[in-house]
C-alpha cells in the first residue's frame, strides 16, 4: 500500500490521488496541514532522495520567507527544518511504499505514470 504525503488543495496531489484509484491501487492520503510532519520523516526522505528533489524553491511559500529563513536552507539540517515549520515546502506528492520513497512530484515516475 501507498502513503501519498500532501496537501489535500494542492492540484498536483488531486491528480495523483485520482490516477491510483484508477489503477486501482490502496493508499492512504497523508495531510501536512492536518496530520503534521516532523524532521525526522524529512530527514529520511532526504537521505533516499536529497533536498533539490524535495525543497520546493518555485512555491508561494518559499517566495513569502525573507531572506534570512532562505539562507537556513543552504544547508541539508536548515533545509529540514525549514520544511518541517513549513510544510507547503515541499514537493508533492511524496509517495511512500512500506516506507520507502518512491516517488516525489507527480506524474509519479517511480510508480510508471504517464
Known sequence: MYTVYGLANCDTVRKAIKWLKEINQSFQFHDFRKDGIDA????DWVSQMGVAVLLNKKSATWRGLGEAEQAEAATERGAIQL???H???????VVEQEGKLVAVGFPAAGLGAV
Open 40 to 43: 525526522e520523516k524529512i530527514n
Open 83 to 85: 520544511m518541517a515549520q
Open 87 to 93: 510544510p507547503a515546502l515541499i514537493k508533492r506528492p
